[in-house]
Nanobody
Framework: VQLQASGGGLVQAGGSLRLSCAVSGRTFSTYAVGWFRQAPGKEREFVAAVRWSGGTTSYADPVKGRFTSSRDNAKNIVNLQMNGLKPEDTAVYYC????????????????WGQGTQVTVSS
């Protein structure tokens, strides 16, 4: 399984960005894709996850109501729509995949993409 994250950039506080994670190499109906982020000097943390089959989602408390994760089955892409961005959302964002149900635990994910930088200015 290969994952390729894209869509990061620089945005002002209150703005929006849409991250995409292109997934290839498998049939993904039994997979879940998670988003994690790592800010400078901090541990990597869970942001959101979506199950490929059925579209079940989960979000970390700091992003609930602002971020939405969805999947495009036809294109094998998972998106993370980020609205109402705050300076504390600044981090490198990673997508990851695992077989089975969604999880907020980093160690449950077997496949990782490279990160994409999101910077939110105040």
């Amino acid at each position: 399984v290969q994952l390729q994250a894209s869509g990061g950039g620089l945005v002002q506080a209150g703005g929006s960005l849409r991250l995409s994670c292109a997934v290839s190499g498998r049939t993904f109906s039994t997979y879940a894709v998670g988003w994690f982020r790592q800010a400078p000097g901090k541990e990597r943390e869970f942001v959101a996850a979506v199950r490929w089959s059925g579209g079940t989602t989960s979000y970390a408390d700091p992003v609930k109501g602002r971020f939405t994760s969805s999947r495009d089955n036809a294109k094998n892409i998972v998106n993370l729509q980020m609205n109402g961005l705050k300076p504390e959302d600044t981090a490198v964002y990673y997508c990851a995949a695992r077989r089975g149900v969604i999880s907020s635990t980093m160690g449950d994910y077997d496949y990782w993409g490279q990160g994409t930088q999101v910077t939110v200015s105040s």
